[in-house]
Structure formats: structure tokens, C-alpha cells
């Protein structure tokens, strides 16, 4: 089945400074694709501090990617260490998040990281790392 693409969401992206390889990537569709959507609709690129921000976004992309990364890895070997290292990045994150954004004036009503998707994000850290009061990892079986 064909993936939805958030045009919306790509286009903010856009504005923001991606490039065309990298919201290819990012949102799975042909850089043609992207192109013509581009020419069709006539989109422009932000100001110089937009694109500051865009930055920014891209770097919170690829930290998020980064806590991932660590909790998958945690799950495979059942590294308790390794979840725990996952879950205090995951908070740390979001706190380092939600300052850049006040510092940025950046819009809350922006999509890039929805503090609904951070507490998603968040919620399923803590229901893979290890309970509170317990040595024991989940099991996962």
C-alpha cells in the first residue's frame, strides 16, 4: 500500500531550508515527485532565520532518530543500561526541545515535533524501559 505524504508537513520543511534529496528521504517519494509539486504550486523559500530554524528542526529529527536507535538496541539484547541511557536521553531531549523552540519564538502550532507526538514518543520509552522499583527488564515475549 502506497504511504500518504503529508504535503503540508513537506512543504513547511521546504520553506524551512530541506533540500529536495533530503525531504525525498525523509517523506519516501521520488524527488521528481517533489519537484513538480514545487513548480506547480510555486513554493518559496523562507527568510534566512527560517532556514536557522529549519536547521534546528533537522537536528531534532536526527537526535530523536538517535534515542531510537539506542532504545532498539536496548530491546534487542535486553540491555537494561542501554534502556535506561535511552530513556534519560528521550527527557533529556525533550527538554532541550522545548527550550530551543521558546528561545526560536518558534510557532507552537508548528508540526514539526507536536508536543502530542513527544509524549507519544515518551510514553512508549517508559513502557519499554524498565518499571520503577524493579532490576529486572521488561520481558518482551
Known amino acids: 500500500m502506497r504511504k500518504r505524504i503529508d504535503w503540508q508537513r513537506l512543504r513547511e520543511d521546504y520553506s524551512r531550508g530541506f533540500s529536495v534529496e533530503e525531504l525525498s528521504e525523509l517523506y519516501r ?23 536557522e530554524a529549519g536547521s534546528l528542526v533537522k537536528e531534532h529529527r536526527r537526535l530523536w532518530q538517535e534515542v531510537k536507535k539506542r532504545l532498539s538496541v536496548g530491546l534487542n539484547r535486553g540491555d537494561e543500561k542501554e534502556l535506561k541511557l535511552a530513556k534519560m536521553a528521550g527527557d533529556v531531549l525533550l527538554s532541550v526541545i522545548k527550550g530551543e523552540k521558546e528561545v526560536w519564538n518558534m510557532d507552537p502550532a508548528d508540526k514539526t ?29
Request: proline share 6%.
Open 29 to 51: 517519494c521520488s524527488p521528481r515527485t517533489i519537484r513538480d509539486r514545487i513548480r506547480r504550486e510555486g513554493w518559496k523559500r523562507h527568510t534566512e532565520c527560517d532556514r
Open 113 to 141: 515535533l507536536t508536543e502530542e507526538e513527544i509524549n507519544a514518543v515518551t510514553r512508549e520509552m517508559e513502557s519499554l524501559t524498565i518499571p520503577h522499583g524493579t532490576e529486572t527488564p521488561v520481558d518482551r515475549t
